[in-house]
């Protein structure tokens, strides 16, 4: 699916279908979107190299860049910046706050990436990509896209979080309450038809009413 802008009106990536597919250059080299086939991916993109706000949430997803591993997920960032404008902040963050960036940063200077996932909104600007964040499966299904302001940086646990509901809900075939977190009860898919909410009661989960019931997993 491609970003396409027409009478003022711009079709951004949908849930449920597949990401847009990309070849750019990173600060690791080439990557492309099939390369990540397999594992789940948090794609991110952020305004501008060496702000203050970006500092603080790069820094974020580098402390907890071996979580995000560990549930098979890879981080991959993107700004419309140069390679050299990339490793020249990575190494200031080293040198100033300790703190490694190991995961890989696009450079998009053509905004190509940027426009295919609707990164770009021309109410907060025409040349830089918003706060927005990704989350790719690992069929290369788009499952979860969230944008932020400029002015306000992201909860980097909260996709961390949202990454092991989506886990969840994939394996044990539910859906998860907010701010659900590993071990909390989950929701019971509502009953599909009238004799299903008949018995739904009866059935052995925690129930409030016919169409609220939660279950351990």
């Given amino acids: 699916m491609e970003n396409i802008e027409q009478n003022n009106i711009v079709a951004f990536p949908q849930l449920n279908k597949p990401a847009p597919a990309f070849e750019a250059k990173t600060t690791h080299g080439i990557k492309k979107l099939s390369d990540y086939k397999g594992k789940w991916l948090i794609l991110f993109s952020h305004p501008a190299d060496f702000t203050p706000v970006c500092t603080t949430e790069f820094i ?10 560990a549930e098979g997920a890879d981080l991959l960032g993107l700004s419309i910046d140069s ?3 990339h490793v020249a902040w990575i190494r200031n963050i080293k040198e100033k706050f300790s703190v490694d960036i190991k ?11 940027a426009k295919s996932y ?15 964040t990704f989350v790719i ?8 896209m969230v944008y932020y302001p400029m002015s306000n940086g992201r909860s980097i646990p909260e996709f961390l ?20 977190q590993p071990g909390d009860k989950v929701i019971v898919p509502p009953p599909q038809n009238a004799d ?8 052995g ?3 409030t009413d016919w169409y609220f019931c939660k279950k351990d997993l």
Avoid: Q
């Fill in 196 to 203: 299903a909410a008949e018995s739904r009661m009866s059935e």
């Fill in 205 to 207: 989960y925690e129930c």
């Fill in 83 to 85: 390679y050299y404008s």
């Fill in 103 to 113: 995961f890989p940063i696009i450079e998009d200077l053509s905004m190509s990436v």
């Fill in 118 to 132: 609707g990164m770009v909104h021309p109410g907060a600007s025409d040349t830089s990509a918003v706060r927005a």
């Fill in 161 to 180: 979080r949202l990454l092991r509901a989506l886990k969840a809900a994939d394996t044990h075939k539910i859906a998860t309450p907010e701010g659900w």
């Fill in 137 to 144: 499966d690992p069929k290369g299904i788009l499952r979860a």
């Fill in 60 to 69: 974020a997803f580098a402390k907890h860049h071996d979580e995000f591993l």
